[in-house]
């Protein structure tokens, strides 16, 4: 026979299940803390879990390119990086961001999207800035253009096209290094 104990001083009397079985006690244990059923309670423990990981990933992400943007920063030139392959990745972060932002996803499964999308527009505008010495305004009015013409496409495309950005956006991921790779193989780096 199962028994039902209050287990205190939580806020809430947390019960624990007393029985034969051991199996799903984290879930029966969370279920008594939220007030819910086992089944419940464990969707809710994993969605959790699952926003907090997208959240962690998206601060790591936050970190792939900082150092190449400080190196920039402090060397005040983008030599040896290819303009092309940023623009590539640029274009492609928001090719699959525009994407997720536009189905209503949490923003916890696609925060990394944003912060490497980010990224790479200050490295394209850095590169820009620095080795074509492009007026910083112009690269502001280009981001700021950029920036409203994935704003308009999250908000008015349609679907049909949104769905072969997404399809595009790995491509154009994964194609992005080859001009990086031609400039190494022409500067012998």
């Known amino acids: 026979m199962l028994q039902l104990v209050s287990v205190l001083p939580l806020p809430r009397p947390l019960l624990l299940l007393r029985g034969g079985s051991t199996s799903g006690g984290a879930a029966l244990l969370a279920a008594a803390a939220l007030g819910t059923t086992p089944t419940a309670a464990a969707g809710t423990l994993a969605a959790l879990a699952a926003k907090m990981l997208g959240y962690v990933i998206t601060l790591g ?21 290819s303009a ?16 997720q932002a536009s189905r209503g996803y949490p923003i916890s499964t696609y925060g990394e999207l944003i912060a490497l999308t980010a990224q790479s527009i200050a ?17 502001a009015a280009g981001t700021i253009a950029f920036l409203a013409l994935l704003y308009t496409i999250v908000t008015k495309a349609p679907k049909a096209l949104l769905t072969l950005m997404q399809a595009v956006a790995g491509s154009m991921l994964a194609l992005a290094i080859i001009p990086q790779l031609a400039l190494n193989f022409r500067s012998r780096t």
């Open 123 to 139: 490295i394209i505008n850095l590169i820009l800035c620095f080795d074509c010495h492009l007026h910083p305004s112009k690269l």
């Open 61 to 81: 992400s936050l970190l792939l390119y900082s150092p190449m943007i400080l190196q920039i920063l402090r060397t005040r030139s983008g030599a040896g990086l």
């Open 84 to 99: 092309t392959s940023w623009a590539m990745s640029a274009a492609g972060f928001a090719g699959a961001l525009a994407y």
